[in-house]
């Protein structure tokens, strides 16, 4: 069953993170392929070299929550670790906040083009 709405959405309509609609969806066995927000943008624009990639903060998530099934971490550690779980988190929703802004944004001068183009016919079906 293919879905018309982007799981993006779905985190934003229901005000809960991108991370927990995802997890859901495996839960129910839905495949997820490509977000569909998350996309478009990366491939007509290349995103700006200082932002990680979703890849990269996946990884720094996956060590984090690797070296917190250690034992016999002490308090401070479990702390930082925890604290770059939650960083993860956030920078994960709002990447996929920034992309679909991009999107949006994208949209938005397309539209503008279109605009344009229309008058400029009204313009010379008039003359």
């Not at 997890?23 to 007509?44: A, F, N, Y």
């Not at 996946?58 to 702390?79: F, T």
């Not at 988190?89 to 083009?113: C, H, P, S, W």
């Amino acid at each position: 069953m293919k879905a018309k709405v982007s799981p993006e959405t779905i985190a934003r309509e229901l005000e809960i993170s991108l991370d927990s609609v995802l997890q859901k969806m495996r839960r129910l066995g839905l495949e997820v392929v490509g977000h569909g927000d998350l996309q478009s943008p990366t491939t007509t624009h290349e995103l700006p070299k200082d932002l990680f990639t979703v890849e990269q903060v996946l990884l720094s998530l996956a060590r984090a929550v690797k070296l917190l099934e250690q034992s016999g971490l002490d308090k401070d550690e479990v702390s930082r670790l925890r604290s770059l779980v939650q960083a993860c988190r956030v920078y994960q929703d709002k990447f996929a906040e920034y992309v679909n802004y991009r999107r949006i944004e994208e949209d938005l001068m397309e539209l503008r083009k279109e605009v344009a183009a229309l008058r400029a016919s009204a313009e010379n079906a008039k003359g």
